[in-house]
Structures are given as structure tokens and as C-alpha cells.
């Protein structure tokens, strides 16, 4: 029940094109879902996150979707550039119980192509 | 310093050896977590320490990980009689828990361990 499942392993994007990475969780108590930003030999980087309170959120070309019912949330990335080429991590948590520890999806690795 | 540090940046050991790694939060963090990434795996909790509350130690793999933060600050993770299954990026990250940036965790670089 604290699994979250990640999608896809790795993803090939074209410059300008959108990104798309789906997460689905299962333990109904999560209420902080972020992501996850890692570049090779650095550590993850908070890229953008959301409650369960909203739908939607968007910052510049990064919108976190979110759908309660269905314990999903996904991220687009807008005309993506090859400086966002890197591994995203979704994750979930109690957000003031069980210490805020994350529990994180398997990653994406994403390549965009110039 | 402005983020969070770890030390050493990687580390090679034989199996059987007992290895520390160490973490220096950002200044003020109340709450401190290792995290442990192996080879394309996501992220795994190890423990999490939060002011002077018992450590939330559920994530250890095996009674041979154990984990210390002195004076509300600097932690060492130990790792004791080191197998290659250990192999894998260590990672710390502390957060102003309760805080208003909504207990987002900052990460370390990560400690790289091989294990031959």
C-alpha cells in the first residue's frame, strides 16, 4: 500500500515536443505529491508538487495533473529542450505524519532530441 | 554552507568492512532523512530523524545499517560488515519540517559506496 508505480522507464522526446510521466499510488493517507528532478552525479532537485486539495497545478512549462478518484497524477513537461533531458521521480507522502518520508516512484529517464 | 553535504563523495570498500558516511544538513533543518538509490531503482527510505524524537528507523534494510545525528545536526549513516548488495548511492536531505515551504526535502549530492 505504500507503492508508487512510475511510467514509463524511460521516455525519447523531440524538442518542443510535450513530456508526459504518469505516477499511481495506492495508500488513500497521501496527501503531498511531488517531483523530482535528477540530473547524473547530482542529487533530486524539488521540480514542482501538489496536495490533493486541486487538480492542476503549472509552473512555466511544468503542470502536475492530479485525479483523487482514480489515486493518479502525471507530469507534462511543455516544449521540452534538451536541458531537461534527465531522470523525474514522482513521490508521495503523509505530508505532517509518518515524518513526511517519501515514498518515490522507479524514475524516468527522459532524453529530448534536438 | 548553502545546501546540503555529504561526505565522501565515493567510496570503495571490500565486503566485510564497516563504512560511515556522513551528512551536513542546511543550517536550521529540523528534520534530516537518508535515502538509498541503487542501480536503476528509485529512491528507498532508510531512516528519518526529526529534533529529538525517536528516529523513524522502518526502511532499514538489515540490523547491519544503523544511523546517528548529533546535536540536532551532522548524521553518520554506518554500514557494517559491508555486503555487494550494499552497493548503491546514499542519499541525505533535511527540511524545515512544519515549516511554510511545505516540508520540501533538499538533497545532498548522494555518497556513491562500492562494495567489491
Known amino acids: 500500500q505504500q507503492q508508487v508505480k512510475q511510467s514509463p522507464q524511460s521516455l525519447i522526446v523531440q524538442k518542443g515536443g510535450i513530456s508526459i510521466i504518469n505516477c499511481a499510488y495506492e495508500?488513500?493517507?497521501?496527501?503531498?505529491f511531488p517531483w523530482y528532478q535528477q540530473f547524473p552525479g547530482k542529487g533530486p532537485a524539488l521540480l514542482i508538487a501538489i496536495r490533493p486539495d486541486v487538480s492542476e497545478k503549472k509552473e512555466g512549462r511544468f503542470t502536475i495533473s492530479f485525479n483523487k478518484s482514480a489515486k493518479q497524477f502525471s507530469l507534462h513537461i511543455m516544449d521540452s529542450q534538451p536541458g531537461d533531458s534527465a531522470t523525474y521521480f514522482c513521490?508521495?507522502?503523509?505530508?505532517?505524519?509518518?515524518?513526511?518520508?517519501?515514498?518515490f516512484g522507479q524514475g524516468t529517464e527522459l532524453s529530448v532530441k534536438p | 554552507g548553502a545546501g546540503v553535504s555529504q561526505s565522501p563523495s565515493n567510496k570503495v570498500t571490500e565486503k566485510g568492512k564497516d563504512v560511515e558516511l556522513r551528512c551536513d544538513p542546511i543550517?536550521?533543518?529540523?528534520?534530516l532523512y537518508w535515502y538509498r538509490q541503487s542501480l536503476g531503482q528509485g529512491l528507498e527510505f532508510l531512516i528519518y530523524?526529526?529534533?529529538?524524537?525517536?528516529?523513524?528507523k522502518s526502511g532499514l534494510p538489515s540490523d547491519r545499517f544503523s544511523a546517528e545525528r548529533t546535536g540536532g545536526s551532522v548524521s553518520t549513516l554506518t554500514i557494517q560488515r559491508t555486503q555487494q548488495e550494499d552497493s548503491a548511492v546514499y542519499l541525505c536531505?533535511?527540511?524545515?519540517?512544519?515549516?511554510?515551504?511545505?516540508?520540501?526535502?533538499?538533497f545532498g549530492p548522494g555518497t556513491r559506496l562500492t562494495v567489491l
Open positions: 530523524f526529526q529534533g529529538n524524537s525517536a528516529p523513524d
Open positions: 513521490a508521495a507522502s503523509m505530508l505532517y505524519n509518518q515524518g513526511g518520508k517519501l515514498i
Open positions: 543550517s536550521g533543518h529540523t528534520a
Open positions: 495508500n488513500t493517507a497521501f496527501d503531498y
Open positions: 536531505a533535511s527540511t524545515l519540517y512544519g515549516g511554510p515551504g511545505g516540508n520540501e526535502q533538499f
